[in-house]
């Protein structure tokens, strides 16, 4: 199966700096890549997503950017905010399956 | 419109038991699946449908078994609960990606923290 790797585990950030968080995929047939944010004790939830057609996608302050090439994907977030502090997965899907494989998760610490 | 709804939000298990996670969505969703979550290990795929009456194992599904009646239920009962098995279980469902080129992100339920002692 499908094979993901995150990185960083951990993140820290000064409030109003940029974070980036990097994801690599093993499989080419991979063509979905969805991004989840998962706050303490709540449910992972989705907050962007890119489908291998496209090279970058952007809303308000987050962007996912994707290199198939490379087969590694990334999310970036501006001006980052105490309410960013949760933690990220990256996830991808092999070609019209929805069989989610995911990262191991970035846990993203905004200091005020 | 409630979503995915989990059922229990808390368990505590002596090993050997067994019991049952149920988890149902009220839109019309295709695809379900469960999802472990363990320290540091992100989210594994115990099980997955894609529609009523058909499933299929994922990364993890020794000592689990499911079963698709409806397009809304998809339980997921431990047979022979061990400590191994203590987690976080997370149910969620999505439209099938074949319908067209945008919304296929999970939606989770709320999660069933599990404890087998």
């Known amino acids: 199966g499908e094979n993901v790797e995150q990185h960083p585990s951990t993140l820290s950030v000064q409030e109003g700096d940029s974070a980036v968080i990097k994801c690599t995929y093993s499989d080419s047939a991979s063509n979905y890549f969805p991004w989840y944010k998962q706050e303490l004790g709540k449910r992972p939830q989705l907050i962007i997503d890119i489908r291998s057609n496209v090279g970058e996608k952007k809303d308000q302050r987050i962007a996912v950017t994707l290199n198939k090439t490379a087969k590694h994907f990334s999310l970036h977030i501006t001006e980052t905010q105490p309410e960013d502090s949760a933690v990220y997965f990256c996830a991808c899907s092999i070609y019209n399956f929805n069989k989610f494989y995911f990262g191991s998760g970035t846990k993203l610490n905004v200091k005020p | 419109n409630a979503g995915v709804t989990q059922t229990p939000k808390f368990q505590v298990l002596k090993t050997g038991q067994s019991m049952t996670l149920q988890c149902a969505q009220d839109?019309?969703?295709?695809?379900m699946s469960w999802y472990r979550q363990d320290p540091g290990m992100g989210l594994r795929l115990i099980h997955y449908s894609v529609g009523a009456g058909i499933t299929d194992q994922g990364e993890v599904p020794n000592g689990y078994n499911v079963s698709r009646s409806t397009t809304e239920d998809f339980p997921l009962r431990l047979l022979s609960a061990a400590p191994s098995q203590t987690s976080v279980y997370f149910c969620a469902s999505s439209p099938l990606m074949t319908r067209g080129p945008s919304g296929y992100g999970y939606t989770f339920g709320s999660g069933t923290r599990l404890t087998v002692v």
């Open positions: 839109m019309n969703h295709e695809y």
